[in-house]
Every structure is written in C-alpha cells, then in structure tokens.
C-alpha cells in the first residue's frame, strides 16, 4: 500500500473536499482518499499509485500543489464550490 500526503491549495468547503475525493477514487489504483480541509492537506491511499498523477489530477479540478496556485485553479475551485452550494 503506497499512500501520498499532498498540500494542496484553494481547500474553502465540504464541497471541496467531496469533489477532491469523488474525482481521486476514480483513479485506478486508488483505494482511500481523505482531505483535510482546515489544513489543506489530502491523503491518497492504494496500489502503485503515481504521485504525479494526483497532483496533475488536482491542478485540473482547481486545487493545485502548494505552490502551484493560479488563475485558473482559483476559478475552477470557486465554480466547483459554486455548483456544490446549489
């Protein structure tokens, strides 16, 4: 069993955090994802993961790596969190 730590940025909502883990269980390999919101840190848990491909993973649905942080990531975060208060 691998398991990644990743400070990941843009964090605000329970929305988050559900689309962080709905989007990482989806990843072959993945077997347990856990975020922790007031920290900003997730914890990708399974097989062979590539760590890489977390963090790509994450930069796309708007919670880049710390220190990665842009436009973008901050836009696609407010649309998610956004979507989930409807």
């Known amino acids: 069993m691998i398991t990644h730590?990743?400070?990941?940025?843009?964090?605000?909502?329970?929305g988050c955090v559900n689309t962080i883990q709905s989007e990482l269980i989806k990843i072959n390999g993945v077997?347990?994802?856990?975020?922790?919101?007031?920290?900003?840190?997730?914890?990708?848990?399974?097989?062979?993961?590539?760590?890489?491909?977390?963090?790509t993973k994450l930069q796309e649905i708007g919670y880049p790596e710390k220190g990665h942080n842009d436009f973008i990531s901050k836009a696609r975060s407010f649309i998610t969190c956004t979507i989930d208060k409807l």
């Open 31 to 55: 077997s347990n994802v856990t975020v922790s919101k007031s920290e900003g840190i997730v914890n990708v848990s399974g097989i062979a993961l590539d760590r890489e491909q977390m963090v």
């Open 5 to 14: 730590l990743i400070h990941a940025l843009n964090i605000k909502c329970d």
